[in-house]
């Protein structure tokens, strides 16, 4: 390989030089030029024993042959070559890659994979506003959008990741903090995921998580997070989700019984309890309701059962709330304001998590006069009120609470309210009838 390797380079900078052999398209000279800088810094780099790159330094002896076939030949192996560099992954070799893709497009400007392989290289590089532009260029020329859901998906997650930082500088008073944020907007992943993790750590350092200027900088530091991991989703409807409205939610308790079950750490130690009796009792109901943080993976999910999970989305920062990756068969998410609503399905919801997802009629139960249109309730009022005050609405045929007579279970308003719609308490089994 070593001597293949060399008599390459050799060949390359002899062809850059004289401007070798045939006849040449006029991209050729300059293509040749980054293959020769590639080859000589992949030289510098120490042994070739990556399989990536041993592709790739196949891949641009093809290439160096091509810039004398012609365009077709040259173009082809121009995407080829530039598909094999961000394969091999690195700086350098995106770097590389970038070059091959701006000749391409230069080339072509109306090639849908030159600007998605322009695209590419661009999000490795961090550059990531110049990477939306070349993703949307290939959006444009694509005439089937089924075909580019993976790289609108990209674009709405490069969005996404940038407004996370713009709203987490706006969360800090203008000064270094603030400023540091802001210029992760174009930084490669990783670097930008290091930099806002530091940030958090240091402010949570200085004031605690008790400060509410912290709580939300980590709940959005969470979703930056979240969206480095996994690209978000561009419509609920993906995954084989399928919204439900306040009609089907009613068909689906009509005629049940249907209990809420507190996340208190006592009620989970004695549901998870082999053949034990709040086990066998939850499991008795034909609905099965959970709020907000979920089980998962492990032994303790397979143990519990949740047909029905709600969430709510708190304050101004439109992804926080735990639980969205938690098996359930239909998930409500509440949350006031339309806007981040969507932002935060679209954001967070996880395919093939939940077979139906309640729809904007549902996402404000305890307000909105369609509904139960009180006012005065706040936006603290917890998960668990809200869903057990919506099922009450919509006439579950047995309607119960498990596990919240714990304290801590709900505010003392709501507890107030619960125990005076109560129909029979059983402090032995934690159980408290509503219906």
């Known amino acids: 390989m070593g001597q293949t390797f060399t008599g390459l380079l050799k060949a390359v900078r002899t062809r850059t030089a004289t401007g070798g052999p045939g006849h040449q398209v006029p991209a050729a000279p300059a293509v040749l030029r980054l293959c020769g800088d590639h080859l000589a810094a992949l030289a510098a780099s120490g042994p070739m024993d990556d399989v990536g790159k041993t592709r790739l330094v196949a891949s641009i002896g093809t290439l160096t042959t091509a810039c004398s076939s012609g365009a077709d030949g040259l173009f082809d192996a121009l995407l080829r070559t530039a598909r094999h560099a961000l394969e091999a992954g690195g ?84 000064g270094e903090d603030a400023t540091r944020l802001r210029a992760l907007r174009d930084v490669p992943a990783a670097e930008a995921g290091a930099g806002f993790a530091d940030v958090v750590r240091q402010r949570t350092a200085g004031r605690g998580m008790g400060d509410p ?106 992804w926080t709330g735990p639980g ?53 309730w706040g936006t603290r009022t917890t998960t668990a009120f809200t869903v057990l005050r919506l099922l009450d609405f919509l006439d579950a045929d047995r309607l119960d609470l498990i596990g919240f007579g714990l304290p801590g279970q709900l505010l003392p308003r709501e507890h107030a309210w619960v125990t005076a719609h109560a129909t029979h308490e059983d402090e032995t089994d934690l159980r408290t009838q509503l219906r």
């Open 91 to 174: 700086d350098a070799q995106a770097r590389f890659a970038l070059g091959l893709a701006a000749e391409a497009t230069g080339m072509r400007d109306r090639s849908k994979g030159a600007w998605r392989l322009r695209g590419r290289a661009l999000d490795a590089l961090g550059r990531n506003e110049e990477a939306v532009q070349a993703y949307e260029r290939h959006l444009t020329l694509q005439q089937e959008p089924s075909s580019s859901q993976d790289i609108a998906r990209r674009v709405a997650t490069l969005r996404d990741l940038r407004r996370c930082l713009d709203d987490a500088a706006g969360l800090l008073p203008d």
């Open 213 to 318: 200027a912290v709580r939300e900088l980590a709940g959005v530091y969470a979703a930056h997070r979240r969206l480095l991991d996994r690209d978000r989703m561009t419509d609920p409807l993906l995954g084989g989700t399928e919204p439900i409205g306040v009609p089907a939610l009613r068909r689906l308790v009509e005629g049940r019984s249907v209990c809420v079950v507190a996340g208190a750490p006592r009620v989970q130690e004695e549901e998870r309890a082999a053949g034990g009796p709040l086990g066998k009792l939850i499991d008795g109901y034909d609905l099965v309701v959970r709020c907000d943080a979920l089980p998962t993976g492990g032994e303790s999910s397979a143990l519990v059962r949740t047909d029905l999970h709600a969430l709510t989305l708190r304050g101004d920062t439109p």
């Open 324 to 376: 969205w990756g938690g098996r359930a068969g239909t998930r409500l998410v509440f949350g006031d304001r339309a806007a981040d609503w969507r932002r935060a399905l679209r954001a967070r919801l996880v395919p093939d998590a939940q077979d139906h997802i309640g729809d904007a009629s549902l996402r404000r139960p305890l307000s909105d006069p369609a509904l139960i249109g009180e006012g005065g």
